[in-house]
């Protein structure tokens, strides 16, 4: 089981920075991996960054390569998401997910993979 808490989100003006957070509050030795997606109004939800239990992998949509950076803190039990040239585009409710897998080394993009969610937190870019 897993129990994600996301924070960190916010109010930023285009070209910002935000950094979210991904608290695990019952962490497992299990492999997993790790992901987030957003979703904005009227649309659905969708893929944004992914990264292996050992960290030594990762995975963006291209929407956001080169701009965000997912990582890990072993110590934390925390996956965070650095944001950086935000656009109003970018603005979504964003979750983080977890998926228990037996490799942990394939990142999966679909929501339907992550049986564990987060309960959301809002980014909100202006113009």
């Known amino acids: 089981q897993a129990h994600l808490v996301e924070s960190g989100g916010g109010l930023v003006q285009a070209g910002g920075s935000l950094r979210l957070s991904c608290a695990d509050s019952e962490p497992t030795d299990s492999s997993y991996v790790m992901g987030w997606f957003r979703q904005a109004p009227g649309k659905e939800r969708e893929f944004v960054a992914g990264i292996t239990w050992t960290g030594l992998s990762t995975w963006y949509a291209t929407s956001v390569k080169g701009r965000f950076t997912i990582s890990k803190d072993n110590m934390k039990n925390t996956v965070y998401l650095q944001m950086s040239g935000l656009k109003p585009e970018d603005t979504a409710v964003y979750y983080c997910?977890?998926?228990?897998?037996?490799?942990?080394?394939?990142?999966?993009?679909?929501?339907?993979?992550?049986?564990?969610w987060g309960q959301g937190t809002q980014v909100t870019v202006s113009s």
């Open positions: 997910a977890v998926r228990f897998d037996t490799s942990g080394s394939y990142i999966y993009t679909a929501p339907t993979s992550y049986p564990h």
